[in-house]
């Protein structure tokens, strides 16, 4: 058993857009915990790749990419070898090469110790497609939250054009689909409910009330811990 097996972690997944986010960085403030936007790593890789013109299909060259990030988190911001990247991760084509990349065993492998290490005290939350099946299996709480489609395309239109970018809602409705395609459909971590995991459906629901669900469940499961 590994020495940080007694710091809590509530592990989050879904799918793009989901809201997990937001609701995972609120979750964390509001008891304390570290916070872990574990896509932000795969998007660091893929715009290291991008920058670099590392070829997308060299899993090898990707894999060494990852292992060598020299990113760091400040509050809100992300940092990639000192320059403020939190706004340029978030570009589209940045998403998508994440997803491509995110398929490669040797990738998500290189990214792996990397995750653990943001398990500290006083607790963790960490949110990603994987958090609860892969990476923190055994989790104090897991919970998967959903969106429908056209709900999750709504939000990622409003985030981009509040981020300055342009969006077009058809482009990003293909988009979103072709990624929640691939990243469940994966051969390796696929996105899907870890076991015992509660599904939230936040298709008709402000991110508050999505924050106080998951600290009721949360509240529950210490005391079953
Ligand atoms: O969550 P976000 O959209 O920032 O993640 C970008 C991409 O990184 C996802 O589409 C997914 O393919 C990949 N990812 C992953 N495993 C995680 C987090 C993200 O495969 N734990």
Redesign the pocket.
Known sequence: MSATHHIPVIAI?GP??SG??TVAHRVALHLGFHYL???????LT?LSALRSGTELGDEHALAKLAAGLQCSFDGDKILLSHENVTDA?RAEEV??T???I??LPAV?QALYGL?LRFRMPPGLVA?????GTV?FPHAQLKVFLTASVEARAQRRYKQLIDKGFSANMHDLLKDLME?DA??AN?AI?P?KPAEGAYLLDTSDMTADRAVEQVLRWYAVAKKHA
């Open positions: 997944d793009t857009a997990k986010g936007d574990s896509g932000a790593l795969y998007r893929a991760i998403g998508n994440a997803s491509r995110a398929a998500r995750q949110d990603g497609r994987d958090m990476i990624r691939r990243d994966r971590a996105l």
